[in-house]
């Protein structure tokens, strides 16, 4: 997830790397580790999917700009419960290919989203 969220942002024009496995509460220190002057945090409370033929994805994230001194600039925060239907011959190939579509669809959304974009300049 980080390493196509910061392709993303990259595919935008922002310069950005993904950095894995930062807490809320370490990510001013990690700021500081870095020439950085934006951090860009995804908190994933959850994130499930459940396949049997339909497939339901449940999905409670968080994105959070933070400038170089750790204060929180943005954040927008994306929660729900959907069906993204299913396929009764394959189910597994259809959970795979709708979950990664679904994941593109918020998280382009909350990229574009005006106090993200705002926040990043």
Known sequence: MANAIAAELNRAGWKAEAVKGIQLSQSSAAIAQTEKNRI???????????TYLNTELTVDVTLSVLDSNGKLLAAESY???KNLGGDFVNPVAHARKSVLAEFSKIFSDLLRRSTIVSALR
């Open 79 to 81: 929660r729900s419960q």
């Open 40 to 50: 860009l945090l995804v908190t994933i409370r959850k994130w499930e999917s459940d």
